[in-house]
């Protein structure tokens, strides 16, 4: 039996850091960025001469989970406008997964049967170079771009539909009353049994893993899968394993998706620690996908065969839970394909 409230439970303190102005004080500003990691002198070498289209964000939580010193520290790696980006590669495209095609209301996706991809906002905190959300029109795309009235109505009128997944951008940049709100809206619609969050933010700014939040996901009417995208063990410090074990204990189940890119995880050795280190801070790996052909990504590409081996020998080493399904989207298909 509990007696009274004067025992407190120890690591749930209410957490007070302000997500919102970390937020706005992340770095986009390559040169800042170089010189934090002590890599000024690299800037003319690294750094494309003209504009790439997409800028660098990164909060600096996630900066100083880097190596100084090192230009190819994996981390860095997934945020550093290279010159690279500039080439224009046969293959890589502005749409590479077919979502323009996809789109069944304004802000929703529906491309597999059952599930409804909400497209909540276009914004996250972090730019991540190799994403296809360098070229997708969001201005136009999101549901909370005032269009959620027909997002929700879609969901509502399509009785298939049994999970409904916020994603984006990244749905949790969206404030928490705007997020109970969109499901409000939703908690009425019978058919829905399940709800995923497709979200990178408690891994590049765990600080937005807040009492509210925490609250707001404790009182949702169905079973929530989180699903975090990492792509690297050195992305799991003290302060997201602290989020995630407060997203745990709002009662969520908590899944991994990462891509494999090159120089920064295409070796068993990184994709092992990824996953031992994912498993040790209560997350599942999910997905592993092998990279979108978007146009400006091409020097993150691991070719097919490697891809495969990678994951057969790891395979080989690991738990079977802790090997990543190898996935690819293609466009049209019903699912993603297993490679
Ligand atoms: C990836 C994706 C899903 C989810 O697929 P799962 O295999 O269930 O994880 C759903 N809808 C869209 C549009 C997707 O791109
Ligand atoms: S957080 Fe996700 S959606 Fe946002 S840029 Fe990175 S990969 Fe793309």
């Known amino acids: ?111 597999y049967p059952g599930r409804a991809l909400l497209i909540a906002t276009g914004s996250c905190a972090v730019n991540c170079r190799y994403c296809f959300r360098r070229h997708f029109p969001y201005a136009e795309e999101t549901a909370a771009a005032g269009h959620w009235r027909g997002a929700i109505e879609s969901i509502r009128s399509d009785t298939s539909i049994n999970e409904v997944i916020l994603s984006g951008g990244d749905p949790l940049s969206l404030s928490t009353p705007k997020l109970a709100e969109l499901t409000d809206a939703l908690t ?29 996901l404790r009182r949702l009417p169905w079973p929530v899968a989180v699903v975090l995208h990492a792509n690297h063990a050195n992305e799991i410090d003290d302060a997201v394993a602290d989020a995630c074990t407060r997203l745990r204990a709002s009662g969520v189940n908590l899944l991994n998706q990462s891509v494999l890119l090159r120089g920064i995880n295409d070796s068993v050795e990184a994709l092992a620690s990824l996953s031992e280190r994912l498993f040790a801070v209560g997350v599942v790996p999910y997905y592993l996908h092998q990279l979108d052909r978007v146009a400006g990504a091409a020097h993150f590409l691991v070719d097919d065969n490697t891809a495969r081996a990678l994951v057969d020998t790891l395979r080989g080493q690991l738990s079977g839970y802790l090997v990543p399904r190898l996935v690819r989207e293609i466009a049209g298909a019903a699912a993603k394909s297993p490679l």
Do not use: Y
Not at 59 to 88: H, K, N, S, T
Not at 193 to 216: F, Y
């Open 188 to 216: 009425p619609i019978a058919h829905l049994q399940r709800l995923r969050i497709h979200t990178r933010l408690p891994v590049v700014l765990p600080e937005r893993v807040d009492t509210e939040l925490a609250t707001w």
């Open 1 to 111: 039996m509990i007696t009274g409230n004067t025992r407190r439970v120890q690591g749930f303190a209410p957490i007070v850091a302000d997500w919102r102005r970390l937020w706005r004080e992340a770095v986009t500003d390559p040169r800042e960025l170089l010189d934090l990691l002590d890599l000024g002198h690299l800037a003319g070498a690294l750094l494309p001469g003209t504009d790439t289209g997409f800028a660098l964000r990164v909060p600096r939580g996630f900066i100083a989970r880097m190596r100084r010193g090192d230009p190819a520290d994996p981390l860095l790696l997934q945020v550093l406008p290279q010159v690279a980006e500039l080439l224009d590669v046969a293959g890589f495209s502005h749409d590479a997964v077919g979502d323009l095609d996809a789109r069944q209301a304004t802000g929703v996706l529906h491309k």
